[in-house]
């Protein structure tokens, strides 16, 4: 089974703060993603990567930055935490499987920023 | 408007209801089809996918794809308690590329004992 794992599932931090989310994937999958989910906006696309140090810009990459320096490890940086960043942030990873491309999610991390 | 639609619900059905849940989309250059589970406080979760036209099959769940309507459906046969989630549909293709997907706003379903 695929696993995708993020480093925590709650965090809380204050206004200013650098926060690092790690994303880790055991499957040797070359694309990573990270998403963000609010209520009524659904899922929403922040920046991906295809392999290791690439990355491409998503639909909302304003105020991120993400690091891939390992195939397995996709990291999301919040440069300067604001509280519209409070949201839960979704880590997934993806290989083709000869029919389509699977895309598999981690647990999550809410992320509350005071 | 949306490259996706989805009806937020909640939708409401007794024990072993059939339940349909569906989603429209603009974009007729998408060609996977992919839909997710995903329960309060989770990671969405796979529970299948489709490649273009038809219809497929697994277990209680059957996907459907409509791409002269820009409709796709899942089916839900015999539904349970434990099916009472948010069901996100997924999809991509086009200029937007095969591996990256764009995500419905999810339909909130409870079955009721």
């Known amino acids: 089974d695929v696993k995708v794992t993020q480093s925590s599932r709650y965090l809380v931090k204050r206004t200013g703060e650098k926060v690092f989310l790690e994303c880790v994937q055991d499957m040797d999958h070359e694309n990573m993603f990270w998403y963000r989910q609010d209520p009524g906006l659904g899922l929403r696309l922040i920046y991906f990567s295809y392999d290791v140090k690439m990355k491409e810009k998503g639909d909302i990459p304003e105020g991120y930055s993400v690091s891939r320096e390992k195939k397995e490890r996709f990291s999301l940086i919040l440069e300067s935490a604001s509280t519209n960043q409070t949201s839960m942030y979704l880590c997934a990873s993806s290989a083709w499987t000869g029919e389509a491309y699977e895309q598999y999610f981690g647990p999550g991390t809410r992320l509350t920023v005071t | 408007q949306k490259e996706v639609e989805q009806d937020p619900g909640p939708l409401s059905v007794p024990e072993g209801a059939i339940v349909s849940l569906n989603c429209t989309y603009s974009?007729?250059?998408?060609?996977?089809f992919m839909w997710y589970r995903q329960y309060s406080r989770k990671g969405p979760e796979l529970l299948m996918y489709?490649?273009?036209?038809g219809n497929k099959e697994d277990g209680r769940f059957t996907a459907q794809v409509d791409k002269s309507s820009k409709y796709i459906s899942l089916f839900i046969r015999d539904s349970q308690p434990s099916d009472s989630a948010t069901y996100l549909c997924a999809m991509s293709g086009g200029t937007s590329g095969t591996y990256k997907y764009i995500f419905g706003t999810g339909t909130r379903l409870k079955v009721l004992a």
């Open positions: 489709t490649y273009s036209s």
């Open positions: 974009n007729s250059a998408f060609q996977y």
